[in-house]
């Protein structure tokens, strides 16, 4: 296999997740989106360079498209290029959250999964439950078109994207208040009588090049639907970390948000205390939150086949319908 850096290796992800060629430009600002600054002109470099090793060829005016080597590539790419990622991801889009407590405007983090156009009506009885319970990070969807384009993903022939809201939103509205958030862990929570008990599964973001919950749902380890409806099953769920002196104005923040339909919370620990079976670093604060992609967990569950993409584009929250008010 040819011997690529790590730009590459993100060029050849981002090609790999469009459904069309892209240009310099279009991968360079895809790169920002997630923390790799590269200058258009460097792009250029890189994608002539793969050029020549036959991971991606040009399709004229469009732009390139991945190969099947840089296919194979980017499989056995470094996985610790993908962990770096992952984390870059999660951290650069909490950056650009900018959706303000004080009138509910701005940018969320945005999920898309991908759905069958004709079960959309189906889809969206499913998420409705899980949406308007704890278990998700805000009410409002996004509903997207065959061809229309969310971030690096457009929308396939014969398909709907949902847009769901990520729970990294929360994070990027406590960093915005001066509050650092650590996200150490993704999992499956297990509910019982409506009480959340512990972590039955977790995957550590450091550890893997995956979203954890996305690999979870597809798996059909959740059980989201009977959470809501029946108070007791597993739903996805994140951990984090803050420090301990800012718990009352993180409580402050995240109570400010919830009037303008985010929230999400589960489970707020006091500083250097175990939460919910996790021990907690000296100092430290342990917050669970709800995975904002319960809802498609509820679509899986009801079966219909899901394509979902975490982390996918900040996008601003005043687009977004409240799903008690769409219909497909």
């Known amino acids: 296999m040819p011997d690529i850096d790590r730009k590459e290796v993100a060029i050849l992800r981002i090609l790999d997740e469009s459904h069309e060629p892209m240009g310099a430009g279009r991968i360079a600002k895809e790169l920002r989106d997630h923390g790799i600054e590269l200058e258009e002109r460097a792009v250029r470099y890189h994608l002539e360079a793969l050029d020549d090793m036959g991971l991606t060829e040009p399709m004229g005016r ?57 079960s959309l009506s189906a889809v969206l009885d499913a998420m409705r439950p899980i949406l308007n319970s704890g278990y998700a990070t805000s009410r409002r969807v996004g509903i997207f078109d065959s061809g229309e ?19 990294v939103t929360l994070n990027g509205i406590l960093l915005k208040a001066g509050i650092p958030v650590q996200s150490l862990f993704g999992g499956l929570l297990a509910i019982e009588e409506g009480t959340p008990k512990r972590f039955t599964e977790v995957v550590h973001y450091g550890w893997t090049s995956l979203d954890p919950v996305e690999v979870f749902i597809k798996s059909g380890a959740t059980s989201v639907s009977s959470a809501v409806l029946r108070s007791s099953g597993v739903v996805g769920a994140s951990f984090r970390e803050f420090p301990g002196v800012a718990r009352d104005h993180a409580l402050r923040e995240l109570e400010g948000i919830r009037p303008w339909g985010i929230g999400g919370v589960i489970a707020v620990g006091s500083p250097s205390s175990p939460l919910l079976e996790v021990d907690i670093a000296p100092g430290r604060c342990g917050l669970v939150i709800a995975a904002g992609l319960n809802p498609v967990a509820a679509v899986e569950e009801a079966g219909v086949p899901t394509i979902s993409h975490a982390l996918t584009d900040v996008f601003d929250y005043e687009k977004l319908v409240d799903v008690n008010e769409v219909s497909a």
């Open 149 to 167: 384009r969310i971030g690096s993903h457009a929308v396939p022939l014969d398909m709907a994207g949902v847009g769901t809201v990520c729970s």
């Open 62 to 118: 469009p732009g390139r498209r991945i190969t099947e080597l840089g296919r194979l590539e980017l499989r056995d790419a470094r996985v610790a290029d993908k962990v770096d990622m992952v984390l870059a991801r999660l951290e650069a889009f909490a950056y650009q959250t900018d959706v303000s407590p004080k009138n509910g405007r701005g940018k969320v983090v945005l999920n898309i999964s991908f759905v069958p156009r004709d």
